[in-house]
């Protein structure tokens, strides 16, 4: 397949002109949105979520022996709507997979560069989002004898146990968190498929922030199913959901931006996948007997997102989300490379 060169300059912010990533004539995308296909996406990626769902909530909850495999079902619930407005509906009508963002993955240094910023930024913004907590009180950590994990670990061992010393477990811990990364990338395609490869590209005739915001808000609400449940925030209300909404804008602009940036689907799927193995950083550094309210000391919770609003206006005010790459834009047609 040819390769797909990089426009050498920015891309306006606002709706798209005559010419542009999403102009017919050189995309597969639609020169405007396609509500239809929208308002199908959404329907089919929310209605399955709570499809799959339903045996959680006729039966144990969160503490149903069926939960891992069903959220895990959940996550490609995304991707079967990929197909439904691919197939069914047909946008976009050609050209399906480079619309995506699935392939060719070209330019190769800058996918793979972007896929490796993927990969650690969400493990430095969960971890300046602890520390932040930590230092304004918001919860207590232990950073030197991680006294809350070392709690953790003596409760699901017998009596006497021989372990190695806590601190080795904390770095082991740490280490393992880019192979959990790659790992929880494979779940996290089906739900980066939608929302970054078919949501997004199909909202930008809107314009950047408004395609970054609302399809955060949709990725937020579409968790409504586990959310209500108690999942994440411990909140079985629409302040549990309200919560994941905010979350979901403000991580949404990050991996948006990845998969605008790149032009390519595979960062944003590195770094969902790296923001899922990060989740639980909190417990490994808290101090004993603190149990952290992940509403507000948690990656999705209210101090994320003013470290992430931090991350936004740097990204704005250096240009990165007026720069794109080629979203489903044929070579014959495309800009020369930069």
């Not at 946008?91 to 910023?117: E, I, M, S, Y």
């Not at 199913?225 to 991580?251: E, H, K, Q, S």
Request: aromatic share 6%; glycine share 12%; hydrophobic share 60%.
């Amino acid at each position: 397949m040819p390769s797909v060169p990089v426009p050498s300059g920015p891309v306006p912010s606002g709706p798209v002109p005559s010419g542009g990533p999403t102009d017919p004539a050189t995309s597969a995308w639609p020169a405007r949105v396609p509500w239809r296909a929208v308002v199908t996406f959404v329907v089919v990626a929310c209605g399955l979520a709570w499809l799959v769902a339903a045996p959680l909530w006729a039966g144990d909850g969160l503490a149903s022996p069926l939960f891992a495999v069903l959220a895990a079902v959940t996550m490609w619930t995304p991707a079967a709507a990929v197909l439904v407005v691919t197939l069914l509906l047909r946008v976009p009508a050609r050209d399906r997979l480079r619309a995506l963002g699935a392939w060719p993955l070209r330019p190769a240094r800058r996918t793979v560069g972007l896929t490796a910023v993927g990969l650690v930024v969400p493990l430095v913004v969960v971890a300046v989002t602890t520390l932040v907590a930590g230092a304004v009180g918001l919860v207590d950590l232990d950073l030197v004898g991680f006294s809350g994990f070392a709690a953790q670990v003596d409760a699901t061992l017998p009596a006497g146990a021989s372990v190695p010393p806590v601190t080795v477990l904390v770095v082991a811990q740490l280490l393992a968190i880019p192979l959990a990364a790659l790992v929880n990338s494979l779940l996290a395609l089906g739900e980066e498929i939608g929302w970054r490869g078919w949501l997004l590209p199909a909202l930008l005739p809107l314009g950047t922030w408004p395609a970054l915001l609302v399809s955060g808000a949709v990725w937020g609400l579409w968790h409504a199913p586990l959310i209500l449940l108690g999942y994440n925030f411990g909140r079985t209300d629409a302040v549990g959901v309200l919560l994941m909404v905010g979350g979901c804008v403000a991580w949404g602009v990050l991996l948006g931006w990845l998969r605008l940036r790149s032009g390519s689907l595979w960062p944003a799927v590195v770094a969902h996948g790296s923001l899922n193995a990060v989740g639980g950083l909190a417990a490994l550094l808290v101090a004993v007997g603190e149990t952290p309210d992940m509403a507000v000391v948690g990656p999705l919770g209210l101090v994320g997102w003013g470290v992430l609003a931090v991350v936004a206006v740097v990204l704005a005010a250096t240009g990165q989300l007026r720069r794109r790459g080629a979203l489903g834009t044929p070579a014959a047609t495309a800009a020369p490379t930069a």
